[in-house]
């Protein structure tokens, strides 16, 4: 079934994306370390097999906004490399709006757009506009809808000043938001996005924030994520997929994935002498990480009064720092099961 405005998922029972037991080995290279191992390997280089992705499922609705996360190296870039066809599976299937991207079919392309972080749509040497009016005819798009499109979508981004400047006198910030506008000329129905707020200064990531769960909202557009930054991804996915090791970690709902993790306060306590620590933490209270006269602990929210009670009789506390766990701390418990 179908709602109005919301893309169907093809034939893949309503899914837009769905990826079964999707395997990726690269080929990498090793080089022995010296200059004999660089003289060798203009000859000759050992080469091993590694598994990006390791029998990793996946399914996307129709309207959602997904969020993928993981560690380095987990497997993200690879899944939204073989979702948008840049990639070919080794072994298994991905079926993007029925297609099965790798065979790069026009009717496929023209459904989806890419935003990766280091590769950009927009050439360097002019502006976004000239970009845009190749977009144009390379799409065949309408001339009245397609200028009726820059200027909304330029207007929501904040970029209409810069759409004649070359990319290259343009900031990170503008260049980012120029780019989100290219990809989304065609309207597609699919937008797969790598970091989209990397490096970005807090106006210019509330903005590019905002502007997509408005392009979700509005438009029905499926999106999918990828973002070290939680923020990002509270803010704006309906569910999170974790990668952990090219498999699926946890797949689930962001206030699920808080609620599970949130209780716990990270805690840097910092003795001017070495503390004497106790043999039996306090209820609710671990440590995570000692390094000189700092211990850094994890507590739950309710013990951390009780135990910042407990750390003065340690020793003379001369620092503390209180916050919540970082993005890579609560993918490791949720991981762990914890
Ligand atoms: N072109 C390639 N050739 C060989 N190995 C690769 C290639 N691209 C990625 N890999 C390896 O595959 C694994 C997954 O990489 P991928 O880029 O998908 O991870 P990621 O989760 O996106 O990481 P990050 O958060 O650092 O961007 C890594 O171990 C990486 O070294």
């Given at each position: 079934m179908s709602t109005k405005g919301v893309p169907t998922g093809g034939?893949?029972?309503?899914?837009?994306i769905v990826a079964q037991q999707l395997i990726k080995d690269y080929r990498r290279s090793r080089q022995r370390p010296g200059l004999l191992g660089a003289l060798r390997g203009l000859v000759s280089r050992d080469v091993e097999e590694h598994r990006a992705l390791d029998r990793l499922d996946l399914r996307v609705e129709p309207g959602e906004f997904v969020g993928l996360l993981g560690r380095n190296g987990a497997g993200k870039t690879t899944t939204i490399k073989l979702c948008c066809g840049l990639l070919r599976p080794s072994a298994g299937e991905v079926r993007v709006l029925g297609h099965?991207?790798?065979?790069?079919?026009f009717a496929f392309l023209r459904r989806i757009a890419v935003v990766l972080?280091?590769?950009?749509?927009?050439?360097?040497?002019?502006s976004p506009m000239d970009s845009y009016l190749v977009h144009r005819a390379m799409y065949d798009l309408d001339h009245d809808d397609f200028a009726r499109r820059v200027a909304g979508l330029a207007e929501l981004l904040d970029v209409t000043t810069v759409l004649d400047v070359p990319v290259r006198q343009l900031s990170l910030g503008q260049r980012m938001k120029c780019e989100l506008l290219a990809a989304l000329l065609h309207r597609p129905e699919v937008l797969f996005l790598d970091e989209?707020?990397?490096?970005?200064?807090v106006v210019s990531t509330a903005a590019v924030r905002e502007f997509l769960a408005e392009v979700n909202r509005r438009d029905r557009t499926t999106i999918v994520l990828t973002s070290h930054d939680m923020d990002d991804v509270e803010q704006l996915c309906d569910r999170v997929l974790l990668v952990d090791d090219g498999r699926l970690g946890y797949d689930g709902t962001v206030a699920d994935l808080v609620a599970r993790t949130s209780p716990d306060k990270e805690l840097r306590l910092t003795f001017r002498h070495p503390p004497q620590l106790p043999a039996v933490w306090p209820r609710g209270t671990r440590m995570v990480g000692r390094e000189g006269t700092s211990v850094e602990l994890r507590a739950e929210r309710d013990a951390v009064p009780a135990l910042l009670g407990a750390a003065a009789g340690w020793g003379e506390l001369v620092d503390l720092d209180v916050g919540d766990a970082d993005l890579d701390q609560v993918m490791r418990d949720v991981l762990a099961g914890r």
């Open positions: 034939s893949d029972g309503g899914g837009v099965q991207p790798w065979r790069r079919e972080g280091n590769k950009a749509m927009l050439w360097w040497d002019v989209p707020t990397i490096g970005l200064d």
